[in-house]
């Protein structure tokens, strides 16, 4: 069953449309970043991941940036299938931890 | 292809009840991890281990243990289940600072 989502901000796209999801990390001291995409009912799957040392990466249809200044990220998504529909989540690793610190999520609805 | 494998996909269990959860990585990586994921709260870290026999308490530890006896095997235990600890369980593995790789997940329910 879905345990993940339920209180959950949506976005809302058409398909065929960009998709930008935001994320708001905590330390400003982490210095590699991660985007996951999780499904309903199945683990999270690594999507893109960017290093401090970047502001920009770019993978197939995804691309992700890296503000530093106001400790933001956002993956966009190229044009959105629905596939692509899935709850999305942001994670930061601060130097010299194991740890890994989690955003709550967006879930991205792609409508036909 | 990469593997990090949960041993249950649904597991139902009763109070009190002692309870195994397992994970099986086929990467060789040195760290694996064990989170529960709750709507609205994100993944909480309730433990990790860096090496073999090695652990270390997450934010949540409280009501669990683990054991790593093998590289590639981590296992959460709960000693007593209880309703709170009802939730979905992911296990992760990495090397280093690295990307997380996630097993599929076991949503267990506690009556």
């Known amino acids: 069953g879905e345990s993940v989502g339920l209180h959950l901000p949506t976005l809302s796209v058409q398909e065929g449309d960009n998709s930008i999801i935001n994320c708001a990390y905590s330390n400003s001291a982490s210095d590699y970043f991660i985007w996951y995409k999780q499904e309903s009912g199945k683990g999270p799957q690594f999507i893109i991941d960017?290093?401090?040392?970047?502001d920009k990466r770019q993978g197939q249809r995804v691309t992700v940036l890296l503000n530093k200044t106001v400790k933001h990220l956002s993956l966009q998504i190229a044009a959105t299938q629905p596939g692509d529909s899935a709850v999305y989540f942001c994670a930061e690793n601060p130097p010299g931890t194991y740890k890994y610190i989690f955003g709550t999520g967006t879930r991205l609805k792609v409508l036909a | 292809d990469v593997k990090v494998t949960q041993s249950s996909r649904y597991l139902v269990k009763r109070t009190g009840e002692k309870v195994f959860l397992e994970c099986v990585q086929d990467?060789?990586?040195?760290?694996m991890f064990w989170y529960r994921q709750d709507p609205g709260l994100g993944l909480r870290l309730i433990y990790f281990?860096?090496?073999?026999?090695?652990?270390e308490k997450g934010d949540i530890p409280e009501g669990y243990s683990v054991s790593r006896e093998k590289k590639e095997r981590f296992s959460l235990i709960l000693e007593s289940a209880s309703t709170n600890q009802t939730s979905m369980y992911l296990c992760?593995?990495?090397?280093?600072?690295?990307?997380?790789?996630f097993g599929s997940g076991t949503q267990l329910s506690v009556l």
């Open positions: 960017i290093r401090s040392n970047m």
């Open positions: 281990s860096y090496d073999v026999k090695m652990k």
């Open positions: 992760a593995s990495t090397t280093g600072s690295e990307k997380l790789f």
């Open positions: 990467m060789d990586h040195e760290n």
